[in-house]
């Protein structure tokens, strides 16, 4: 097994993102259609937020009952990204080892991560399903 290896070898580079200032059926079709479970928010270069897939999911009720589409669009026009997102997520740096981030997921409650630069810049994600994939390819 390697060592030492830094986490930016196993996040995903190319991030998508929302802006604060976006809504949430924005969110709703990033989800979908990227088939993603996690989207940082920004507000220009800066990370303010994390929305997951369960987020969304906790406003919703389409997924629990047919025909409650219309309830759900209310809802998303109702509320702001801001009032759904986890402010000031846990984040991680590009250069810190696989190992103290899998320690992070196995400690706390996050299944993905941002990974910031030196300069404290959004360069990549890491998801628990990163991990997986890396453990995997050390056997």
């Given at each position: 097994?390697?060592r030492?290896?830094p986490?930016?070898?196993?996040?995903?580079?190319?991030?998508?993102?929302?802006?604060?200032?976006d809504?949430l059926?924005?969110?709703?079709?990033?989800l979908?259609h990227?088939?993603?479970r996690?989207?940082?928010?920004?507000?220009?270069?800066?990370?303010?937020?994390?929305?997951?897939?369960?987020?969304?999911?906790?406003?919703?009720?389409?997924?629990?009952?047919?025909?409650?589409?219309?309830?759900?669009?209310?809802?998303?026009?109702?509320?702001?990204?801001?009032?759904?997102?986890?402010?000031?997520?846990?984040?991680?740096k590009a250069?810190?080892?696989?190992?103290?981030?899998?320690e992070?997921?196995?400690e706390?409650?996050?299944?993905?991560?941002?990974?910031?630069?030196?300069?404290?810049?959004?360069?990549?994600?890491?998801?628990?399903?990163?991990?997986?994939?890396?453990?995997?390819?050390?056997?």
């Amino acid at each position: 097994m390697k060592r030492r290896e830094p986490i930016s070898h196993i996040m995903t580079n190319n991030v998508l993102t929302v802006s604060v200032t976006d809504d949430l059926q924005e969110v709703v079709d990033l989800l979908n259609h990227k088939k993603i479970r996690h989207v940082p928010v920004v507000e220009g270069d800066s990370i303010v937020g994390m929305i997951s897939r369960t987020d969304m999911n906790r406003l919703t009720f389409s997924s629990l009952f047919e025909g409650q589409e219309g309830a759900d669009e209310a809802i998303l026009t109702m509320l702001s990204i801001s009032q759904v997102m986890t402010h000031k997520p846990r984040v991680v740096k590009a250069d810190q080892i696989i190992r103290d981030v899998a320690e992070i997921f196995t400690e706390e409650e996050f299944h993905a991560l941002p990974v910031l630069d030196e300069n404290d810049k959004l360069v990549g994600i890491v998801t628990t399903t990163d991990l997986i994939k890396y453990m995997l390819e050390q056997y």
